[in-house]
């Protein structure tokens, strides 16, 4: 482990070693407790949500080597390796990412328990279509249900979101579009 890396340990349980939002990670938990748990409980990454703890809402989502996934649905031990971001990785210095600052402007979030998850799940998105229509933004955000804002406002700030990247070059996409993984 370099000084950059931090530990999280509890000895009796194997190392588990994993990057979120950049960072090493180290983790000594049960190898089939939740992602969702780790994240939250023992990297204290609380803006991950738990909705329904069963893989049908999306709030739990997070992007696991560039694909979406359900992290209630995910055991630590498949994360071994893996590149995490979570809702905690979108805002750079106190700057808030393009996705949050168009779901502030266009009422996407309300009650907010969906929002991280609708963050993570547009953010792939966007990393792959940068330029979205809208039925490409339903389709992007449609294992991530909202009971408050009746969607439309959610992909109302996607599009404005995606809009705003014409003049930001940097957040032009890497790879081609990706079935997500869910
Ligand atoms: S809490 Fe994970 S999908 Fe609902
Ligand atoms: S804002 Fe409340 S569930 Fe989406």
């Given amino acids: 482990m370099n000084a950059n890396e931090k530990a999280d340990t509890n000895a009796h349980w194997p190392a588990i070693r994993f990057t979120v939002n950049g960072e090493s ?13 780790v994240l939250r409980e023992d990297l204290h990454l609380t803006g991950t949500k738990e909705g329904c703890g069963e ?5 739990c989502s997070v ?3 560039d694909e979406l996934v359900n992290s209630c649905l995910v055991p630590v031990l498949q994360a071994e390796g893996a590149e995490i971001q979570t809702v905690e990785g979108l805002a750079l210095e106190g700057e808030l990412d393009p996705l949050q600052e168009a779901f502030l402007q266009n009422g996407g979030a309300q009650c907010g328990i969906c929002t991280p ?4 799940a547009a953010a792939q998105l966007l990393a792959h279509r940068p330029h979205p229509s809208e039925t490409e933004i339903r389709e992007g955000l449609a294992g ?3 009971r408050c804002t009746g969607f439309t406002r959610i992909v109302a700030s996607v599009a404005a ?8 070059p940097a957040m032009e996409p890497e790879l081609e579009q990706t079935h997500h993984a869910r």
Avoid: I
């Fill in 25 to 37: 990670r180290t983790v000594n938990v049960p190898p089939m407790k939740r992602l969702l748990d």
């Fill in 55 to 59: 893989g049908e809402c999306g709030s």
């Fill in 63 to 65: 992007r696991m080597n």
């Fill in 117 to 120: 998850g609708m963050l993570m």
């Fill in 144 to 146: 991530n249900l909202c």
């Fill in 161 to 168: 979101a995606a809009r705003s990247t014409e003049s930001n």
